[in-house]
């Protein structure tokens, strides 16, 4: 994607006509929205270039699918949403510089996206004192308690402690974690041992590399050494791939579990993924009417592509955006604050909505790579969000 694709503003006339509106639970268009003129902006902030690639640009492609399906139903009560993109390269830098930009230059009501947690921190050290809506799609490791950060994705006790339970129960009592050197792996890691420890399970070891890491063969010959029942990866965007294939040439005969494994990677890289296992809220395999419609305009829309959890996690932001809006009544972000708490959307996943701590309730799927797809070993259903001492 070219640099000026990236960072010119958007609309529908660039978009094409979605596919039919999801719905949403709202209690319609108030006057005071529909009376405002011009478009709603917002701004779609993630890694488009850099470690993040692989999955940036199906987290755009879903939030694109769902401006063009709102804005083919008459928008937000009535107003067109018109979306500048920004690319922050996976960098605190660039999440910083481009947060300014569009709250700044571009004067946006919400930005919605980022993968990184590295970039939702840095991000958020720009949104939050300016008092502006962050939605942030990605699973991570929690521990966010602000009014103007709201998550759409997974925190631990949603994806590490179900997995954990079932982990603990068939295949072992300890692991070794190899992940990325930023906080996500890290905070996470923290949550992995306390789960561990609850089951009466051990974490023998956790090393963590810096982004760009071409070889993982000496900490394989320490996980060797050490002989856990299952091994722990949370490596990000391309240095996951990077790992996996020389997981795979060790033969450490070990199962392999990573909540980064998606249908991106799967279809990716079905050979390097199969038997592995991962938690997710979305799996393109999920059987419900709301997921064979998205997956059918998602299809419509981008071709015959994966879509994974933070994909769809971001098409539902979009949509509790517009619910939130259409309920207050304002595109003022404390009133838009407000109402988030009080929405909700059936999503491709199911119902989703927002706790009181600002975390969505979301699926928790256990499932197993096979060729490509996944195979589902326990679904958890759906798990309220729990950030200890939060109530916003």
């Known amino acids: ?10 609309t529908l006339a660039t978009l094409g006509k979605g596919a039919a509106l999801a719905g949403v639970a709202t209690l319609g268009m108030p006057a005071i929205v529909r009376a405002q003129s011009g478009p709603i902006k917002l701004g779609f902030l993630s890694g488009l270039t850099g470690l993040e690639t692989i999955l940036g640009e199906t987290q755009l492609n879903c939030f694109k699918l769902a401006v063009s399906q709102i804005n083919a139903a008459s928008g937000i009560a009535g107003r067109q949403i018109e979306f500048i993109v920004e690319d922050d390269q996976t ?58 950060f709201f998550s759409t994705g997974q925190i631990p006790n949603q994806q590490i402690d179900p997995s954990v339970e079932w982990l603990t129960a068939n295949e072992g009592k300890s692991t ?53 029942d299952f091994v722990w990866c949370m490596c990000a965007g391309n240095d996951l791939i990077t790992f996996l294939k020389q997981f795979n040439s060790f033969g450490l005969g070990k199962q392999l579990f990573s909540q980064g494994l998606d249908d991106v990677f799967s279809q990716a890289e079905p050979e390097l993924t199969n038997g592995a296992i991962s938690d997710q809220s979305y799996f393109m395999g999920i059987e419900s009417e709301e997921n ?10 981008f071709g015959p ?56 309730r979301s699926n928790s799927i256990l499932a197993r790579a096979n060729n490509g797809d996944w195979d589902v070993i326990k679904d958890f259903g759906q798990v309220d969000p729990v950030v200890p001492g939060c109530s916003l």
């Open 305 to 360: 592509k994966p879509i994974n959890a933070i994909g769809e996690a971001t098409y539902n932001a979009v949509y509790l955006y517009k619910a939130a809006v259409e309920k207050a009544g304002s595109t003022e972000t404390e009133a838009v604050i407000d109402a988030l708490g009080q929405v909700e959307f059936d999503a491709p996943q199911g119902k989703v909505s927002f706790a009181s701590n600002n975390v969505a």
């Open 91 to 148: 960098t605190t830098k660039g999440a910083i510089d481009k947060a300014r930009k569009l709250i700044n230059q571009d004067q946006v009501d919400a930005t919605i996206g980022l993968i990184a947690s590295l970039t939702h921190v840095a991000a958020r050290s720009v949104t939050t004192p300016a008092k502006k809506l962050l939605m942030y799609t990605t699973y991570y490791e929690g521990d966010v308690c602000e009014r103007y």
């Open 292 to 301: 064979a419609k998205f997956k059918a305009a998602y299809r419509d829309m």
């Open 176 to 228: 070794y974690i190899i992940g990325s050197d930023y906080v996500w792996p890290r905070k996470s890691a923290d949550a992995i041992k306390a789960a561990m420890e609850a089951k009466g399970g051990k974490v023998l070891d956790a090393e963590f590399f810096p982004f760009g890491t071409s070889d993982f063969g000496p900490a394989l010959d320490r996980v060797k050494s050490a002989n856990p």
């Open 1 to 10: 994607m070219s640099k000026s694709n990236v960072t010119r503003r958007q």
